[in-house]
């Protein structure tokens, strides 16, 4: 079974930092990118960051700079780690992955309609 289990979450003033952990299972960490997106309320769900399986990265540009994604393969872990964070970062963040092994090399795909499996998604909310 396919489990993705975001973690790390919370409140924290503007400016401040979290790191966002998701943790996975049921599938070969290695064959996946794994990606963050997240969702205001009233809003739509936007892409954040992704990582493809061959360790690519992309960002939205309202969070370049500011957050970094990383794989960790031998805990079949993805981090968002975040800092400055500005009161627009709040929203529910969600992991998600989909199997990109077959995929050209260094291309990293960051659109919520290519990835099948999804977390249960955690708050993270920047009080002004």
Do not use: H
């Amino acid at each position: 079974e396919v489990q993705l289990v975001e973690s790390g979450g919370g409140l924290v003033q503007t400016g401040g930092s979290l790191r966002l952990s998701c943790a996975t299972s049921g599938f070969i960490f290695g064959d996946y990118a794994i990606g963050w997106f997240r969702q205001a309320p009233g809003k739509e769900r936007e892409g954040v960051s992704c990582i493809s399986s061959d360790d690519a990265t992309t960002y939205a540009d309202a969070v370049k700079g500011r957050f970094t994604v990383s794989r960790d393969k031998g805990k079949n872990t993805v981090s968002l780690e975040m800092v400055n964070l500005k009161p627009e970062d709040t929203a529910a963040y969600f992991c998600a992955a989909f199997e990109d092994r077959l995929m050209v090399e260094g291309i990293v795909v960051c659109r919520e309609s290519a990835y099948d499996y999804w977390g249960q998604g955690i708050q993270v909310t920047v009080s002004s």
